[in-house]
């Protein structure tokens, strides 16, 4: 079946590192994205993982390993406005992004 | 343009109307989708358009329909709506459906009521 993991809640300070985790068992795998959701609004493309390492995009980085079905979501420097959920979403090929149920980032002062 | 967009922000309607939700994107992309996303949950996929047809119909009930009038537009009509179908509703475009990267632009949303 298809599964993906990622943990409910997390709780940082401004201007600290977070690192949100994210497992997957799916089916088939085309890539892996992280989408930055603010309540009551859409998903915002962060990062997108099709190859083993580490892409790295200003404050956020993502890493992916294929093998261990794992990815991970690396904030720097938190902000206030990061406060959000973050969605893991792997593409299995077939047009379709399967969705985490997402973690909720609250960033305190 | 990188901008997918949707009317109208909210929507509050009665169980035996219809009315229509409108997707709209000039990038080019091939494929659109309508998501149903509860409040605290991730979005759940409702339909794909690839190249205009409807190519993955999640099992959603017929009182939801969804139409690809052409490359650019989405409309998603509403009738007989429950109360448990208030959501947001969200529209995606990417690309094409089975390019090797397959990068999903998301719509505002409808913020939907059924009273």
């Known amino acids: 079946g298809q599964n993906i993991d990622q943990p409910t809640e997390m709780t940082a300070t401004e201007g600290a590192i977070v690192q949100i985790n994210c497992t997957y068992q799916?089916?088939?795998?085309?890539?892996l994205f992280w989408y930055q959701q603010h309540a009551g609004e859409a998903p915002t493309f962060l990062s997108y993982?099709?190859?083993?390492g580490l892409e790295e995009k200003g404050r956020f980085s993502s890493f992916l390993s294929r093998s261990k079905g794992y990815s991970y979501l690396l904030l720097k420097e938190l902000q206030m406005k990061d406060s959000a959920s973050y969605l893991c979403a792997v593409d299995q090929g077939y047009s379709t992004l399967t969705f985490g149920k997402g973690t909720m980032l609250l960033v305190s002062p | 343009d990188t901008e997918v967009t949707q009317t109208p922000k909210h929507l509050v309607m009665g169980m035996t109307n219809k009315k229509s939700l409108k997707c709209e994107q000039h990038?080019?992309?091939?494929?659109m989708y309508w998501y149903k996303q509860k409040a605290k949950k991730p979005p759940e996929l409702m339909f794909v358009?690839?190249?205009?047809?409807?190519?993955i119909n999640e099992s959603v009930p017929s009182r939801f329909s969804p139409e690809c009038p052409n490359s650019s537009l989405l409309n998603l009509h509403l009738h007989a709506l429950q109360p448990e179908d208030s959501a947001l509703y969200l529209c995606?475009?990417?690309?094409?459906?089975?390019?090797?990267?397959?990068?999903?632009?998301f719509g505002p949303g409808t913020r939907l009521t059924v009273l």
């Open positions: 799916t089916s088939g795998f085309n890539g």
């Open positions: 995606a475009s990417s690309q094409a459906e089975k390019s090797s990267y397959n990068e999903q632009f």
């Open positions: 358009y690839s190249y205009e047809k409807l190519s």
């Open positions: 990038m080019g992309h091939r494929a």
């Open positions: 993982n099709v190859l083993d």
